[in-house]
Nanobody, 116 residues
Framework: QVQLVESGGGLVQPGGSLRLSCAAS????????MGWYRQAPGKQRELVAA???????NYADSVKGRFTISRDNAKNTVYLQMNSLKPEDTAVYYC??????????WGQGTQVTVSS
């Protein structure tokens, strides 16, 4: 089994920054990708950013230029640096890991609220 533990959410004013962290532990053999999704009230969960093993990254259009995803492979940890936050970024952010066997694992979610 794989466990994902997220941290770093909170309340921030518009224009502010937050950094999310997600540490994976357990029976990790191979990782295809690690990333972040978010779900706002009344909306579907959506991809925010993904870090693909091999070095490529994907971002939602709405966060390009503001968010940066990075990974520490030695620690099986993925980070999401969020700058210039907007009220529409408010959501529960979930960490995701796709294993080499194409199994998906999810964290418990961390709330990000952008409000003045």
């Amino acid at each position: 089994q794989v466990q994902l533990v997220e941290s770093g959410g909170g309340l921030v004013q518009p224009g502010g920054s937050l950094r999310l962290s997600c540490a994976a532990s357990g029976s990790i053999v191979n990782i295809n990708a690690m990333g972040w999704y978010r779900q706002a009230p009344g909306k579907q969960r959506e991809l925010v950013a993904a870090s693909i093993s091999g070095g490529s990254t994907n971002y939602a259009d709405s966060v390009k230029g503001r968010f940066t995803i990075s990974r520490d492979n030695a620690k099986n940890t993925v980070y999401l640096q969020m700058n210039s936050l907007k009220p529409e970024d408010t959501a529960v952010y979930y960490c995701n890991l796709e294993s080499g066997d194409l199994d998906d694992y999810w964290g418990q979610g961390t709330q990000v609220t952008v409000s003045s």
